[in-house]
């Protein structure tokens, strides 16, 4: 990415030198350098607050309630992790935390998912079947309550950020059925359990 970033630039500043409008390059990098700021605290804020939910809610106990809930599915779709209880409630927190839209705060969740999965697959360097779904599944996640995208639509303006609800739940269920069909197969074809 830092290549991307770095031949991005330079071209900018390339194309912005060949028709005179170098100026113009260095204005609106420096202003947009300075929103990507502001949007940063505003989304910083959201997550903190979402964050904390996710903090209550696992203090609460909603968030063992909802694993136990998800531990059925997961033990379908992930045959080989029945008896493995620590990984389960490591998928199912991450699962969690994405139902409730907390994509970055799922991350070290996912993290700690991830790290189950390898040690289950006896820390083998290719991924195992349950790797890729888990990262499938974490990709392509449902979401039942969108907050990063709402938080941004607030701070666009919308009058109603949540106002896209059916359309976040039908299309993030769409890609995680289609997602989720495509590595099945693929690792039926390929011979991988």
Same mark, same amino acid.
């Given at each position: 990415?830092?290549?991307?970033?770095?031949?991005?630039?330079?071209?900018?500043?390339?194309?912005?030198?060949?028709?005179?409008?170098?100026?113009?390059?260095?204005?609106?990098?420096?202003?947009?350098?300075?929103?990507?700021?502001?949007?940063?605290?505003?989304?910083?804020? @959201?997550?903190?607050?979402?964050?904390? !939910?996710?903090?209550?809610?696992?203090?609460?106990?909603?968030? @063992? !309630?909802?694993?136990?809930?998800?531990?059925?599915?997961?033990?379908?779709?992930?045959?080989?992790?029945?008896?493995?209880?620590?990984?389960?409630?490591?998928? @199912?927190?991450?699962?969690?935390?994405?139902?409730?839209?907390?994509?970055?705060?799922?991350?070290?969740?996912? !993290?700690?998912?991830?790290?189950?999965?390898?040690?289950?697959?006896?820390?083998?360097?290719?991924?195992?079947?349950?790797?890729?779904?888990?990262?499938?599944?974490?990709?392509?996640?449902?979401?039942?309550?969108?907050?990063?995208?709402?938080?941004?639509?607030?701070?666009?303006?919308?009058?109603?950020?949540?106002? !896209?609800?059916?359309?976040?739940?039908?299309? @993030?269920?769409?890609?995680?059925?289609?997602?989720?069909?495509?590595?099945?197969?693929?690792?039926?074809?390929?011979?991988?359990?």
């Amino acid at each position: 990415m830092g290549k991307f970033f770095f031949a991005a630039a330079a071209l900018s500043l390339i194309f912005g030198a060949v028709n005179g409008r170098t100026e113009a390059v260095s204005a609106a990098a420096l202003e947009e350098s300075s929103h990507a700021v502001e949007l940063s605290v505003k989304l910083l804020g @959201s997550l903190c607050f979402w964050s904390g !939910i996710m903090s209550v809610a696992e203090k609460s106990g909603l968030v @063992s !309630i909802i694993c136990s809930l998800l531990r059925p599915l997961l033990k379908i779709i992930f045959p080989r992790l029945k008896n493995e209880e620590k990984a389960l409630g490591a998928v @199912s927190m991450n699962i969690t935390a994405n139902l409730l839209g907390l994509g970055n705060a799922a991350t070290p969740l996912g !993290i700690s998912a991830m790290k189950e999965l390898h040690r289950i697959s006896g820390y083998s360097s290719a991924a195992t079947a349950e790797m890729v779904c888990f990262v499938v599944m974490n990709t392509a996640s449902l979401q039942l309550i969108p907050t990063t995208v709402a938080a941004l639509r607030l701070e666009a303006g919308a009058e109603n950020p949540m106002d !896209i609800l059916p359309a976040v739940w039908f299309v @993030s269920a769409l890609s995680l059925l289609v997602g989720m069909a495509a590595a099945k197969i693929t690792f039926l074809k390929g011979g991988k359990k």
